[in-house]
Nanobody, 127 residues
Framework: QVQLVESGGGLVQAGESLRLSCEASGPTRQTYTTGWFRQAPGKGQEFVAALSGSGRRTLYADTVEGRFAISRDNAKNTVYLQMNSLKPEDTGHYYC????????????????????WGQGTQVTVSS
């Protein structure tokens, strides 16, 4: 089973940018559909973005569309989440999940789609 490690979180001010990374190790011969989710204190897990294994298809939550961009570098087994124009409501613990099941449909918005998860990285946006 693939292992995932997130990095790149931190404390920034509103309007600034961060780039999160999700590095996969283990059986990475397959390219995985990867999703980013976040969880704010006292709230449930929220879908942020997803990317097909090929990197050609993306899905975004309405709340981040136009501000965030998901991409992958398969040579580095890494999926990135570029977050621009950050807002205080983007604050949360960000997790990436991966699945070997190909295809990117609306089901990718559900955490149940992903059997593999990293430990997450904290993003805090101050106003």
């Amino acid at each position: 089973q693939v292992q995932l490690v997130e990095s790149g979180g931190g404390l920034v001010q509103a309007g600034e940018s961060l780039r999160l990374s999700c590095e996969a190790s283990g059986p990475t011969r397959q390219t995985y559909t990867t999703g980013w989710f976040r969880q704010a204190p006292g709230k449930g897990q929220e879908f942020v973005a997803a990317l097909s294994g090929s990197g050609r298809r993306t899905l975004y939550a309405d709340t981040v569309e136009g501000r965030f961009a998901i991409s992958r570098d398969n040579a580095k087994n890494t999926v990135y989440l570029q977050m621009n124009s950050l807002k205080p409501e983007d604050t949360g613990h960000y997790y990436c999940g991966a699945t070997a099941v190909s295809g990117l449909t609306d089901s990718a918005r559900s955490p149940q789609r992903y059997p593999c998860w990293g430990q997450g990285t904290q993003v805090t946006v101050s106003s």
